[in-house]
């Protein structure tokens, strides 16, 4: 029996946008109460003064990997990176092997998240195999257990099967996901295409690849009326359309990654491997624009696209390795350190951009993004002034291709609690 006391805990409450000290007992799994100087006998006590007790992480885009992949992640490591870094649930990708088009991967990895346990919330293909073809059996999948359907690390580039797609998902209230990325106009590009591009030799990827995907598909939004949510923007112009879209009340929404709002390409100079990531880090004022547009809530929230690959894959040359970066167990140190303490944005506003907003989007019950007695206890103990380096001997993900490795960072998970269940970390 799960009988935890929190007490003296100061609550960073993203519905009422206040701060407040609070004693918090979770029993059975749940929030039992809320309130000052509580006494509970039996209970694991848990000192808190001096840490933020937020609503628990969530993240609407991780790659876990498994089936196919294990060597590079699975789901029980990758969930314990997410817990480390104060994640409490995560929409999972489907680019996995074999892809996630049918009934019994969706249920192979809702089963292995429970024995973590860990909150996933599947995402399911666009379209059979990821190739772009044929649509997937929605229905199907979102009976198994779907949220989302994407093709994550392809954009389906057929106008009218991606029409069809929207149209398919809106029947099924079923957000759909979109990587946005014209390959053609990428055209194995590895890196930005700018300045730097040119003085490292290497091939680059135009702003536009990314601004003439996020456009038709806003428009097909238009059409058909689909609930859409467009992946990790990089581009000044994106955050552009996509303010203009909800400034025309479409149903649009949109996240940025740690990476996008803190590096720019000039990170690739010495070709380390793990500043390679798609899309590839912009120009400073595209960075600029990505942290206004969170600002002022254009972007909706902070994801990280954690990408585990194997040492092996990205020790080769910066043209040969595989695109993608780890992020579960540094986003949220990432945040604080260049949001909060550096530019002053309020604790609030970074729970609302990394648990409050992904949960709406996902249409979650009280359980997550907010702290209320009764609800399930998903939460996050911070110590948001505690200063460290970012190690790899530290991270429980398999994978170690950080872009932010040695990087001194400004704020650290304390606790998370997942399902009532407590993860300390020292």
Same mark, same amino acid.
Request: hydrophobic share 40%.
């Given at each position: 029996?799960?009988?935890i006391l ?7 409450d993203p519905?009422?946008?206040k ?12 929030i ?5 100087n ?6 694991e ?6 840490l933020?007790?937020?609503p628990?992480?969530?993240d609407l885009?991780t ?8 060597a590079?992640?699975?789901i029980a490591?990758g969930?314990?990176?997410?817990l480390r870094?104060?994640?409490v649930?995560?929409?999972s990708m ?16 809702i ?7 860990y ?11 990821r190739?772009?073809k044929?649509l997937?059996e ?11 359907v994407?093709?994550?690390?392809d ?7 991606m029409?069809r ?10 957000i ?15 890196m930005?295409e ?6 490292f030799g290497?091939?680059g990827?135009p702003s ?7 456009s !038709?598909?806003i +428009? @097909? &939004? /238009?059409?058909?009326? $689909? ?6 923007l990089?581009?000044? !112009?994106?955050v +552009? @359309? &996509? /303010?203009?879209?909800? $400034? ?5 929404t949109?996240e940025?990654t ?6 720019t390409?000039?990170?690739v100079?010495?070709?380390?491997t793990n ?9 400073a004022?595209?960075v600029?624009?990505?942290r206004?547009?969170?600002h002022d ?6 994801s990280t ?5 194997t040492?092996?894959?990205k020790m080769l040359e910066?043209?040969q390795?595989?695109?993608?970066v780890?992020?579960?167990e540094?986003?949220?140190?990432i945040?604080?350190?260049?949001l909060?303490?550096?530019?002053k944005w309020p ?6 951009i990394?648990?409050l ?20 206890a998903?939460?996050?103990l ?5 200063e ?7 991270f429980?993900?398999?994978?170690r291709n950080?872009c ?6 400004k704020?650290?998970v304390?606790?998370t ?5 407590l993860?300390?970390y020292?």
């Amino acid at each position: 029996m799960i009988n935890i006391l929190i007490r003296q805990a100061k609550r960073v409450d993203p519905v009422s946008q206040k701060e407040d000290v609070i004693d918090l007992h979770i029993k059975s799994g749940k929030i039992a109460d809320i309130g000052s100087n509580l006494s509970i006998p039996d209970a694991e006590i848990v000192e808190a003064k001096g840490l933020h007790l937020f609503p628990g992480l969530i993240d609407l885009h991780t790659h876990f990997r498994e089936p196919g992949f294990e060597a590079k992640e699975t789901i029980a490591s990758g969930a314990q990176a997410a817990l480390r870094g104060g994640f409490v649930a995560s929409v999972s990708m489907p680019n996995t092997n074999p892809p996630c088009d049918h009934q019994s991967v969706i249920d192979n990895i809702i089963r292995k998240a429970k024995e973590v346990p860990y909150h996933i919330f599947p995402s399911g293909t666009i379209s059979k195999g990821r190739e772009g073809k044929e649509l997937s059996e929605m229905a199907d999948l979102q009976n198994a257990g779907i949220v989302a359907v994407t093709d994550d690390g392809d954009w389906v580039e057929d106008s009218l099967l991606m029409r069809r797609a929207m149209e398919y998902a809106s029947m099924l209230d079923l957000i759909v996901m979109s990587h946005c990325e014209d390959k053609k106009l990428a055209a194995k590009g590895v890196m930005n295409e700018g300045f730097n591009s040119t003085q490292f030799g290497m091939r680059g990827i135009p702003s536009a690849s990314e601004e003439v995907a996020v456009s !038709r598909d806003i +428009e @097909l &939004v /238009r059409l058909t009326g $689909a609930k859409l949510h467009l992946c990790h923007l990089s581009t000044a !112009r994106s955050v +552009e @359309l &996509v /303010r203009r879209a909800k $400034a025309e009340k479409l149903s649009v929404t949109a996240e940025v990654t740690p990476h996008h709002l803190t590096l720019t390409d000039d990170a690739v100079e010495g070709y380390n491997t793990n500043t390679k990531m798609n899309p590839p880090l912009r120009t400073a004022a595209d960075v600029e624009a990505l942290r206004e547009g969170l600002h002022d809530g254009t972007i909706d929230c902070v994801s990280t696209d954690h990408a585990p690959h194997t040492q092996e894959e990205k020790m080769l040359e910066f043209d040969q390795a595989p695109f993608g970066v780890i992020g579960l167990e540094t986003a949220l140190a990432i945040v604080l350190t260049e949001l909060h303490h550096q530019k002053k944005w309020p604790l609030v506003k970074i729970a609302q951009i990394m648990s409050l907003r992904p949960a709406e989007i996902l249409k979650l019950n009280s359980g997550f993004g907010r702290i209320e007695k009764g609800a399930q206890a998903n939460l996050t103990l911070v110590d948001v002034n505690r200063e460290w380096a970012v190690s790899a001997e530290d991270f429980s993900s398999k994978s170690r291709n950080s872009c932010f490795m040695k990087r001194k960072l400004k704020g650290k998970v304390a606790a998370t609690i997942c399902a009532g269940k407590l993860w300390k970390y020292s």
